[in-house]
């Protein structure tokens, strides 16, 4: 098995959305663009991961909301060096097709109260749900590795709540501990790296708003 040396997650640049959230009224969350700014944030996450990669060969997935494939294509990676996959998987969690901004906001206030994870949004997912998807897609990833030429770095362009989920999904991250970490920020990254004992560690820790509260024994481990 051919297990990458990295597999680096990245969030989107800053969109439309993320500025304004009346204009999921008007047009579908899939299509919003990202900003000048979010263009900005992910040219200067582009010349990170090109000092990254170097010459090296890329995986790529991405997911297929337009705010994802302008932040990868901000990236300017070598394109004789990257396999560009749409990963449907990777998308961002559903909130309703046309959203009412006062019904949204109303819905998250109970999202809020009832757990990020488990809330199910009237119109659209659960936590759970992006949860479950998000571990199908990783059963996908690991056979991958099976062929003998992978390339020795796998790219993620998705939403901030897929990156947490597959960083619990690959940790076995309690759901205490994923309901404790905050979303990265726009085109932030977050990178598995492969160490001498043959696992993966993550290079740097999610930031928490509260501490864990399990309800049984199992405890933190990230």
């Not at 008007?26 to 996450?45: K, N, S």
């Not at 759901?175 to 560690?201: I, Q």
């Not at 820790?205 to 990230?222: H, K, L, Q, V």
């Amino acid at each position: 098995m051919a297990r990458p040396r990295r597999i680096v997650l990245v969030r989107h640049g800053e969109s439309t959305g993320n500025i304004d959230d009346s204009v999921y009224e008007r047009e579908p969350d899939h299509a919003l663009p990202l900003t000048e700014r979010g263009r900005q944030q992910a040219e200067e996450t582009g010349k990170e991961l090109r000092d990254l990669f170097g010459h090296e060969r890329v995986s790529v997935y991405v997911s297929p909301y337009r705010r994802t494939h302008e932040t990868l294509k901000a990236f300017h990676l070598d394109p004789d060096l990257i396999r560009i996959r749409e990963e449907p998987r990777l998308r961002e969690q559903d909130w309703g097709n046309w959203q009412d901004r006062d019904d949204v906001r109303l819905q998250k206030a109970y999202r809020d109260a009832y757990g990020h994870f488990f809330y199910r949004f009237a119109q659209g997912e659960s936590g759970a749900d992006v949860y479950d998807r998000v571990g199908n897609f990783l059963e996908s990833l690991f056979r991958s590795f099976e062929a003998p030429d992978h390339p020795p770095n796998v790219l993620l362009v998705t939403h901030g709540l897929a990156m947490r989920l597959f960083c619990m999904r690959w940790f076995h991250w309690t759901v205490a501990e994923f309901e404790s970490l905050s979303n990265p920020g726009n085109a932030e990254v977050r990178m598995l790296v492969l160490g001498s004992d043959g696992k993966y560690t993550l290079d740097r820790p999610f930031a928490r708003w509260r501490e864990p509260e399990p309800y049984g024994i199992t405890g933190w481990s990230g």
